[in-house]
């Protein structure tokens, strides 16, 4: 036998509806929430002055300085001696020196004789192998024929660049390596000029553009009997050992 239940006792009979109207209720509120409105309070702001009545300020006291008044001008003698020009002035007329199309310019002709043309001698640059005479080192002055002094010549560069070598710090630091080339020019006075390097460093070149500039000064090459200029080349290798 099934129990019987009562319509009115039922729980859920009518949860739809009260589902809506909540809905509708929570809805509403949350519209008139987004629909308020808030102002800002005006505030009053007083400024106050503070006036102090009694102010006191020292007054410098300053010296009045008086000056003596200026003398009055001189007065216009009471009379007035007229002179006349009795000199003659002659006036200077300036001629123009304008020209215009009408005007004809004779040409200038100028004889070729009447030129005096100055001869330049350029002075020549002889290498070390071709010169006539090669230059003198100091202490081969004493050999006779050209190929003892050109021998006595390298000879005595290669010990001067022995005596004088001196391995760059920094360089040899950093192990820094490599050969040098020199090329300078031995000038009509026998000193060293116009030194040309090319090596694998800075610090390399330097120090040989200083070996190369402490030669002595040397007896110059002679030309067709007069003193040249003469090209000199020399390798300088930086090995560490």
Known sequence: ????????????????????????????VTWQSLEVKTYDKETNVSEVVQVMDDLKEDVPITEMVRTTTPPPPPSAP?????????EDIEETLIESTESNQDAYIEDVVIAIDDVN????????????ALIEHVPVFPGCENLSTEEERKACFNQKVQEHVRNTFQYPKTALEMGITGKVFVQFVIDSNGRVAHIKQRGPDRLLEQEAVRIISALPQVKPGIQRGKPTKVTYAIPITFKML
């Open 117 to 128: 043309v100055g001869e330049v001698e350029e002075e020549e640059i002889i290498p070390f």
């Open 78 to 86: 009471d009379v007035i001696e007229i002179v006349e020009d009795v």
């Open 1 to 28: 036998m099934k129990p019987k239940k009562s319509p009115n006792a039922d729980i859920g009979r009518n949860s739809s509806l009260y589902f809506m109207i909540g809905l509708t209720s929570v809805l509403f």
